[in-house]
């Protein structure tokens, strides 16, 4: 099992930049693949972007492409993700989820590791 806990959200103007984070702890999450989802009131979760923990290969979601992007960093027996986010737009507004599964995949139901959530308003 693979503890997620996020945080770095708040609100930003458009065109401005945020970081959140997301602090992985547990046996072996560098063996997992991680992921950003978001979603926001009324519409499904979606992918935002997702990296292989060992090999560090990222993937991103055409929306974000270009405007986000993914890190990690070891440290000790916890693992951090960030996902950096500028030129934000109203549309990124959302509860952006860390999660954490075996193996790469944009569908939300096949990672079954979460964290609470962070929200990012973008007014504009």
Not at 11 to 24: F, K, N
Not at 77 to 99: F, H, I, R, W
Request: hydrophobic share 30%; with cysteine; proline share 3%.
């Amino acid at each position: 099992q693979v503890q997620l806990v996020e945080s770095g959200g708040g609100l930003v103007q458009a065109g401005g930049s945020l970081r959140v984070s997301c602090a992985a702890s547990g046996r072996s999450f560098s063996f997992y693949v991680m992921s950003w989802f978001r979603q926001a009131p009324g519409k499904e979760r979606e992918f935002v972007a997702g990296i292989r923990w060992s090999g560090g290969s990222t993937s991103y979601a055409d929306s974000v492409k270009g405007r986000f992007t993914l890190s990690r960093i070891n440290a000790g027996n916890t693992g951090y993700l960030y996902l950096q986010m500028n030129s934000l737009k109203p549309e990124d507004t959302a509860v952006y989820y860390c999660a954490a599964g075996p193996r790469f995949t944009t569908t939300p139901s096949d990672y079954s590791n979460w964290g609470q959530g962070t929200q990012v308003t973008v007014s504009s």
